[in-house]
């Protein structure tokens, strides 16, 4: 049996990759797909993965009248079968830069996914289907795309453990027509959606008010998962809620940019006393009139409340 991807290592962060967890991690990926093209969702919003994947054949993602240039478009590369080597690369390339974040507290994610149509569909089918669901569902945000392809933003709608006041959403009927769409979450597990069989939908997603604020808030809320990852491994499946709920706080303090509110996100969930420490409000409202980061000054001021 597979070691699980908790079990790899004593000691966090890793300076490396653990090659057990490259391992377990392929394992896991190849049994859950079936024969066929494997489809690569590359995100190159923050710039594009590095060598330049050549060796493949690539679909072009529609990208309908989204307000974002080409060259930061999502798009799909082939990978022959899940024997190609091109498949552990990408879940190497997927890992290492969760792991860059977690050390760094923020980074790109460029690989959005391993996708496999059902057998109705093909390359051209997934990729409009995939450039349907990018567009923003509602006239109020035409021109603006959802940025599924971003991994963190797809996995923030589909919590293992559901927000307050969030619905959860029918991914068996939106996603029809696709058989896998799998990514790596925060804790280098793989998660997976299925679509039902049948002719691939090409119909935006459809969101609740409640989505779209997560989705607003996306920046915020990675930003905090991150650097709680960072001293934190593996985060509890409540992630989600307690972050979001430590960002209201935060925001009731005053703060709106989103390296402050992490850091104050961050330090709630270590430290129990943080919150009370009686001085805290006057020291953010200086803080912020000098517009100084916020993390410098509470690792300053840490020993009041560790």
């Known amino acids: 049996m597979p070691t699980t991807p908790n079990k790899l290592a004593t000691q966090w962060p890793w300076s490396e990759l653990p090659q057990t967890l490259v391992d377990a991690l392929a394992t896991s990926l190849r049994q859950r797909l079936h024969e066929g093209p494997v489809y690569l969702l590359i995100d190159p919003f923050l710039g594009d993965v590095e060598p330049r994947i050549d060796t493949h054949k690539r679909h072009a993602v529609p990208q309908g009248d989204t307000q974002v240039a ?5 798009y799909l590369i082939e990978i022959e079968d899940i024997h190609d080597p091109l498949l552990v690369q990408s879940i190497v390339w997927a890992a290492r830069e969760h792991l860059h974040a977690c050390v760094n507290g923020s980074g790109a994610y460029r690989i959005g996914g391993w996708l496999q149509p059902h ?3 093909d390359g051209p089918a997934l990729a409009r289907q995939v450039g349907a669901l990018l567009a923003a569902g509602d006239r109020s945000r035409n021109g603006r795309c ?9 996995a923030l709608l589909n919590p293992p453990a559901l927000s307050v006041e969030t619905a959860v959403i029918d991914w068996t009927q939106q996603l029809a027509g696709m058989a896998h769409w799998i990514y790596l979450d925060t804790n280098f597990k793989l998660q997976a959606l299925h679509g039902r069989p049948g002719r691939a939908a090409t119909s935006a997603l459809r969101l609740t008010v409640a989505h779209w604020r997560l989705v607003a808030d996306a920046e915020a809320i990675n930003r905090s998962l991150m650097a709680w990852q960072g001293i934190c491994h593996p985060l509890p499946d409540d992630a989600l809620n307690q972050v979001a709920k430590a960002l209201e706080r935060a925001r009731f303090r005053g703060l709106r940019e989103p390296e402050d509110l992490a850091a104050y996100v961050v330090e709630a ?7 009370q420490f009686p001085e805290l409000q006057g020291r953010i409202d200086r803080t912020l009139q000098t517009r100084q980061p916020l993390a410098d000054r509470l ?7 560790s």
């Open 70 to 74: 080409d060259a930061q478009w999502p």
């Open 119 to 121: 057998a109705e569909n």
């Open 146 to 154: 959802l940025r599924l392809a971003d991994r963190r933003v797809l």
């Open 269 to 275: 969930l270590r430290f129990p006393a943080f919150e």
């Open 299 to 305: 690792q300053a001021l840490r020993s009041h409340w």
